[in-house]
């Protein structure tokens, strides 16, 4: 019995290996029920991500799981395994536990300690349990793996700080004035990378996004989306004064906002503080604004800076998150481990009781007039002695197993003879 992983990600496989090679939710319940009869798998599991498709299954036997799990791939998507065997990852038993939990923790993820691989997980889970395609081992492997997950983001910094240049902005914004429910927003330009960044600032709950860009069409449906204010591109200049953040992105050639536009736009505000973003290249704002009292400038190379530090800091907090993982692997092997020594106990119970039983039933031949009630007593005690004949040695298996040490259950099974099938107790 072997836990495996087969898969590849983007770090082993460009996009273009990884979408011929991913899978459809809907086709999942099929692919499914496919994958465990042409890999020989007891239970499977797929995710497939935009990042990563992975196999992960329970096998018997490791020898030529690996090959009949790459022929699978290759066989359902049509494809030749020299196309993509090179990008391929196999993990087996303990490389297996511990690559899906650092899958699930985001520790294998693009960005570290992104949060939407554990739900694709969760998915991934969800669809293979309602199929009936997980079973005992991979049903516990994934509620560990949630859990771990979960350890991984209350116990560590992994998931704070912003990681992208939009969000910095917001978690800039936000040292600023703190909380955001009553700011003001203007974006200048109609971008992506606005649009991203307003997304984050209505979510921190900004009470109003104006928008105004060169096509003022663009600017109005941007607008709508946010329920915001579209303005024609040549009178923004006049409404500084009454948004808190100012956020610009528009490819003009020149400066499009200087110092003296600033500055009467505080004398407005009676210099209450203003942050600008620009995120232009080349910059919109001229660099000179920043010297103005209560103006808080930052260009794309500020916020890179930002993103870089707090990189750094995910990366510090991942060794914590390492450690996490690594010792809920140690847990998980364990408790596999007690599954292989489960039979033995109770094949061992069993043999024991049943040579009891049959001397116990030769005796009782013996005598005509013992009462229904001594031959109860008499096959209790028979149970009784050989609980505590058992006792001792298994919870000396069981102390052994804990600790990783298998070698006693297998002397157990080789002395008691509980590997043939066709074994016969003697009289």
């Known amino acids: 019995m072997h836990i495996v992983a087969l898969g590849l990600n983007h770090q082993t496989a460009p996009v273009a290996t990884r979408e011929r090679l991913a899978f ?4 999942l319940p099929e692919v499914l029920q496919r994958l465990k009869d042409e890999a020989q798998l007891s239970e499977a599991l797929i995710l497939s991500t935009c990042n990563r498709v992975e196999l992960y299954g329970i096998c018997n036997s490791l020898e030529s799981c690996h090959e009949r799990l790459i022929k699978f791939l ?4 049509q494809i030749e395994i020299a196309d993509f065997a090179d990008n391929l990852y196999f993990h087996t038993d303990s490389d297996a536990i511990h690559h899906g939990f650092r899958v699930a923790s985001s520790l294998d993820s693009m960005v570290v300690g992104e949060p939407q691989i554990l739900g694709q997980f969760k998915d991934a889970f969800a669809i293979a349990s309602a ?5 005992l081992i991979l049903n516990r492997f994934m509620h560990r793996s949630f859990f771990i997950a979960k350890e991984v983001r209350t116990q560590t910094k992994i998931a704070s700080n912003a990681v992208s240049v939009s969000f910095a902005a917001v978690e ?22 606005c649009e991203l960044a307003a997304r984050h600032f209505i979510n921190q709950g900004v009470e109003q996004v104006l928008v105004t860009n060169r096509t003022l069409s663009r600017a109005q449906q941007l607008a709508d989306e946010f329920s915001g ?3 024609p591109f040549d009178i923004f200049r006049g409404h500084l004064d009454q948004v808190d953040i100012i956020l610009s992105s528009t490819g003009a050639p020149d400066f499009i906002i200087g110092p003296d536009e600033m500055a009467k736009a505080l004398k407005k505000r009676r210099n209450r503080p203003m942050f600008l973003i620009d995120i232009a290249v080349p910059r919109d704002i001229d660099p000179k604004v920043n010297e103005l009292d209560n103006i808080y400038l930052f260009d794309v190379d500020d916020l890179q800076d930002v993103v870089t530090e707090n990189l ?5 907090e991942a060794k914590h998150a390492e450690e996490l993982v690594s010792r809920e692997v140690e847990k998980f092997e364990q408790w596999l481990a007690s599954l292989s020594v489960t039979p033995t106990i109770k094949q061992l119970r069993e043999q024991v009781l049943q040579i ?3 001397e116990l039933n030769k005796t009782l031949a013996g005598f005509s007039d013992l009462s ?11 149970n009784a002695i050989s609980n505590k004949f058992l006792h001792h040695p298994i919870n000396y298996l069981k102390v052994k197993n804990d600790n990783g040490d298998t070698m006693p259950a297998t002397t157990i099974r080789e002395i008691f003879k509980l590997d043939e099938e066709d074994k016969k107790i003697n009289s």
């Not at 459809?24 to 086709?27: F, G, P, Y």
């Not at 290759?74 to 998507?77: E, I, M, Q, Y």
């Not at 429910?181 to 109609?190: P, T, Y």
């Open 24 to 27: 459809k939710a809907e086709e």
């Open 172 to 193: 800039l914004a936000k040292k600023i004035f703190g909380d955001l429910n009553d700011m003001k927003v203007m974006l200048i330009g109609a971008g992506e990378m």
């Open 312 to 316: 750094d800091q995910r990366r510090n």
């Open 372 to 382: 229904p009630k001594d031959e109860q007593r008499l096959k209790a005690m028979v």
């Open 74 to 77: 290759a066989d359902f998507h």
């Open 131 to 135: 199929e009936a395609s997980t079973g």
């Open 229 to 231: 204010i579209a303005l």
């Open 356 to 358: 009891g039983n049959q």
